[in-house]
C-alpha cells in the first residue's frame, strides 16, 4: 500500500480510514512477537520480596589461574582485596568452576552462591545439542526458536540457556568484585539466554554483568518474589532484562544497553490490580535507580500490569519507555496500572533502523557489531519519543522530567484486541483509557536549561478518561483533555471509540515492519520518510487536488456568475492546500490544521448556500458536510466534543464520500436552456434553473 501511487490512494482514502481495524486484524501477526512463551499462569500472590543475605556464602565459583585473578583484584580497596583472597583460598580447595555446578550443588532453599571475579563462558553448557535433547518436539517461534515446556527445560536445560536456574528456592547469586564489571558471564551468542531462573522463587541476583545472547541475558519466568540489584546486561538480541509472569519483584540500581527490543522488560507482570482504579493496594514489580540506555526502547511492558517505575533513567535510546497490549499470548492483557514517577526521560532519539536497512542485522549476531553500537530493532516504534503507550490503561506519568525528543514527548494510541488474539467485539474498544498526565516537567531538563521535545503529545484520540498537564505544549490534537487535582478528575474528556482517520492510516502503515525480511514501510516517518513521502501528505494532497478540481468544476458550471461563490471557492482551494500542509510533520501539531478545516468548512457551508435554490437536496447536503467540517475544526482546536463515539472526521469522511460522487454527477450533467415557442429546449453552456448573478434562477425549477 505505501507504494501504491497517490491516486490510488486518494479512491481510497475513505475506505483505508474505515477498514483500517480491520487491516491491523489481517496483520496481527507480526513476524517478530514480542516474547513468545509456554502457556504460564500468575503467582498466587503469597511470596514476598527478597532480602539480601549477607552471610558467609554456601557456594563459591572462581577460576584456576591465581594470576589472573589478583592482576582482576589488585585496584580492590584493602578490605575488599582481603576479602577476595580469603575466598579464593576457599575456592581454590573445594570451589567450583563454573556457575551452573554450583546452581546444580544447591540442594536446599535459602542457600547463596558467591562468584569471584573472572570471566564465566560456562564452557560445558555452550555446545549445541545432541541425542534426545537436540530431537524435542515443541513447537516454534515466530523467530525459529522452540517454545519448551517446563519439562522440556529440566530434561535439557542448556538448549536455550547457558545458566540454568530451575525451582531452586531462595538463592541468592552474588559477584564479589568491586562493581558489577569484575564478573563476567558471557554466552557469546551461542545460547538465546545467558541465566533463566524459571519457577524459582526468592531469586536473588547481585553485583555482576550477563552479556551477548541471541535473546536476552538474565530472563525471570514465573516467580513470586525476586530482586535484580546492581546487575549489568547488554549486548543482546532481545532483551537485558527480562522478567515474565511474576509477582514480587525488584529492580535496583541495575544498568542495560545494546538491546534490540529493550533494556528492561517486566512483561506480563503479574495483574493484581485487574478492575481497580487509580489507587492500588500494591504494585507487582518495583523499578528504581536504574538506567537503560542505547537499546530500542529503554523500557518495555507487554502486558506490563501494576509496574511502580521510579527515580530511574532511560536516555540515547529510539524511545525512553512503552507500554503496550499488542503482542498475543501474554497473560494480563490489555495492559494497566504502571506507574512512572520522578524519572529522568530524554534524548530517546537513536534511529537504528539503518542498521536493518543496509544488512547489518541480517548477520550472525557474533558479526553485527553490537559491541561497537550496532542495534537491530525488533518491532515498530517511533522514534524520538519520551513514553508510547500503545493500548493500556489506568497508567499514571507524573513529576518525569521528559525533554530533548525529536518525535514527541508522550505518544498515546489504541490496539484493537484482535490484535492479541481476542475476537469479542465487546473488547476491541478496551484500550486506552484513563492514562493520566500530571505534573511533569516537559522540555526542561533539572537544571532548568531549555532542552524542548518537537512535540508534548501525541494522541490518536480514541479512549475515555484520558487526560494531560495544563502546560502540556504543542500537541495532536490541538486541544487536550485537561487533568484535574483529584485522581480521575478530567476537563473537557472525550470518549471515542476509534481513533482519528488519518492517524490510524498513519499507524497501519507503520506497523508493516519486519527485522527478518528486512522490510521497512514507505510512507512511514518512522523510517525516514519526510514531506510527499509521507502517507498523511500522500491521502491529502491526493483528496486534496480531485476535491479541488470537482469543486471548481461545480462553481464553474453551476454557479459561474455568483462573486459570493467564487470567494468561497478561493478559500475553499486557500483551505485544501492549507490541509496538505497540515499534514506535514512539522505543521501536524500546530493550529494550521484547524485552519484548513475552518476554511474548506466556510466554503462547504456557502457553496451548498448558493445551490439551494436550484439544487435543494444537494445544496443542504453540502452546507451539512460544511457543519461537519467546521465542527470537526472545533472539535480539534477548541474542546473535544463530549458524548461522541466517533470524532465528527469519522462522519465528515464518510459524507464526503457521497458528496463528492454526488458534486461530480452535478458538474457534469449538461445544463438546459428553454427554446422559442414550439422548439425543444437544447444543451447550451448558459445555466438554466441555475443561479444567476443576481441570485434569482431563469425559470424557477428545482432539481
Not at 583460598?89 to 569471584?116: F, N
Not at 494510541?413 to 516537559?442: C, M
Not at 492549507?578 to 456557502?606: E, F, I, K, N
Amino acid at each position: 500500500m505505501s507504494r501504491s501511487p497517490w491516486i490510488r490512494r486518494l479512491l481510497v482514502a475513505p475506505a483505508v480510514a474505515l477498514a483500517a481495524a480491520l487491516c491491523l486484524v489481517l496483520t496481527a501477526a507480526p513476524g517478530a512477537q514480542a516474547h513468545e512463551e509456554r502457556p504460564v499462569t500468575f503467582p498466587d500472590g503469597s511470596g514476598s520480596v527478597p532480602t539480601l543475605r549477607t552471610g558467609e556464602p554456601d557456594l563459591l565459583v572462581c577460576k584456576t589461574d591465581r594470576a589472573a585473578f589478583e592482576r582482576r583484584i589488585a585496584a580492590f580497596p584493602a578490605p575488599l582485596k582481603a576479602r577476595n583472597l580469603a575466598l579464593y583460598e576457599r575456592c581454590a580447595r573445594s570451589g567450583y568452576r563454573h556457575l551452573q555446578q554450583a546452581v546444580d550443588a544447591v540442594d536446599r532453599p535459602g542457600m547463596t552462591i558467591a562468584v569471584l571475579p573472572g570471566l564465566y563462558e560456562e564452557e560445558p553448557s555452550l555446545p549445541p545439542p545432541t541425542g534426545a535433547c537436540a530431537r524435542l518436539d515443541a513447537p516454534k517461534s515466530a523467530l525459529g526458536y522452540q517454545i519448551l515446556s517446563y519439562e522440556q527445560q529440566k530434561q535439557c536445560p542448556h538448549n536455550q540457556n547457558l545458566v540454568a536456574i530451575l525451582g531452586k528456592k531462595n538463592l541468592q547469586i552474588e559477584g564479589t568484585g568491586a562493581s558489577r564489571l569484575d564478573v563476567v558471564i558471557d554466552a557469546r551468542y551461542a545460547k538465546l539466554n545467558a541465566i533463566r531462573a524459571d519457577g524459582s522463587d526468592g531469586i536473588y541476583f547481585r553485583n555482576f554483568t550477563a552479556q551477548r545472547t541471541t535473546f536476552n541475558s538474565l530472563y525471570v519466568l514465573a516467580a513470586d518474589g525476586f530482586v535484580i540489584d546492581d546487575v549489568l546486561t547488554r549486548w543482546n538480541d532481545e532483551y537485558g532484562f527480562l522478567t515474565f509472569a511474576s509477582d514480587h519483584g525488584l529492580y535496583k540500581n541495575c544498568e542495560s544497553y545494546g538491546n534490540g527490543d529493550s533494556g528492561i522488560y517486566p512483561g506480563s507482570a503479574s495483574d493484581i490490580n485487574d478492575g481497580r482504579g487509580y489507587e492500588v493496594p500494591r504494585y507487582s514489580i518495583e523499578i528504581t535507580g536504574c538506567r537503560s540506555h542505547h537499546n530500542m526502547v529503554g523500557y518495555s511492558g507487554t502486558a506490563g500490569d501494576s509496574v511502580y517505575v521510579h527515580d530511574n533513567e532511560f536516555d540515547h535510546n529510539m524511545g525512553g519507555a512503552s507500554m503496550d497490549s499488542a503482542f498475543p499470548g501474554h497473560p494480563g492483557l490489555p495492559q494497566n496500572h504502571a506507574r512512572f514517577e520522578r524519572n529522568l526521560i530524554h534524548d530517546n532519539n537513536q534511529n537504528y533502523y539503518r542498521y536493518v536497512a543496509d544488512g547489518t542485522c541480517a548477520r550472525p549476531p557474533v558479526e553485527r557489531g553490537y559491541e561497537q553500537g550496532v542495534v537491530c530493532p525488533q518491532i515498530s516504534m517511533p522514534p524520538g519519543t519520551g513514553i508510547i503507550t500503545a493500548g493500556g490503561n489506568w497508567n499514571r506519568y507524573e513529576d518525569n522530567w521528559v525533554y530533548g525528543h525529536t518525535n514527541a514527548a508522550f505518544f498515546l494510541s489504541a490496539v484493537p484486541a484482535f490484535i492479541r488474539g481476542e475476537s469479542a467485539w465487546g473488547k476491541q474498544t478496551d484500550t486506552s483509557h484513563h492514562n493520566r498526565y500530571a505534573g511533569n516537567r516537559l522540555g526542561v531538563d533539572r537544571s532548568g536549561n531549555a532542552r524542548p521535545n518537537r512535540i508534548d503529545v501525541w494522541w490518536d484520540g480514541q479512549g475515555g478518561g484520558n487526560c494531560w498537564q495544563g502546560d502540556a505544549g504543542a500537541s495532536t490534537p490541538l486541544t487536550l483533555p485537561a487533568c484535574g487535582k483529584r485522581l480521575g478528575a478530567v476537563a473537557g474528556g472525550s470518549a471515542r471509540l476509534v481513533g482519528e482517520p488519518a492517524k490510524l492510516a498513519h499507524l497501519l502503515v507503520c506497523a508493516d515492519y519486519d527485522v527478518q525480511a528486512r522490510r521497512l514501510p514507505a510512507g512511514c516517518d518512522w523510517y525516514g520518510a519526510r514531506g510527499l513521502q509521507r502517507v498523511e501528505t500522500q491521502l491529502a494532497l491526493g483528496c486534496a487536488a480531485v476535491l479541488a478540481l470537482v469543486g471548481l468544476a461545480l462553481w464553474r458550471r453551476r454557479l459561474p456568475g455568483d462573486w459570493v461563490a467564487a470567494l468561497a471557492t478561493a478559500a475553499g482551494l486557500a483551505g485544501l492546500a492549507l490541509d496538505v500542509a497540515g499534514s506535514t510533520r512539522d505543521l501536524a501539531a500546530g493550529p494550521v490544521p484547524a485552519l484548513a478545516l475552518l476554511l474548506t468548512g466556510l466554503w462547504w457551508t456557502v457553496l451548498g448556500l448558493r445551490l439551494r435554490p436550484a439544487r435543494p437536496v444537494f445544496a443542504w447536503t453540502t452546507v451539512l458536510l460544511g457543519a461537519l467540517t467546521l465542527l470537526d475544526a472545533f472539535d480539534k482546536a477548541v474542546l473535544m466534543i463530549p458524548g461522541t463515539p466517533l470524532g465528527p472526521a469519522w462522519l465528515r469522511a464518510l459524507l464526503a464520500t457521497a458528496w463528492l460522487l454526488w458534486a461530480l454527477a452535478a458538474a457534469a450533467a449538461p445544463t438546459r436552456r428553454a427554446g422559442s415557442a414550439g422548439e425543444p429546449a437544447t444543451a447550451t453552456g448558459e445555466a438554466t434553473g441555475e443561479v444567476t448573478a443576481t441570485g434569482a434562477t431563469a425559470d424557477g425549477a428545482a432539481s
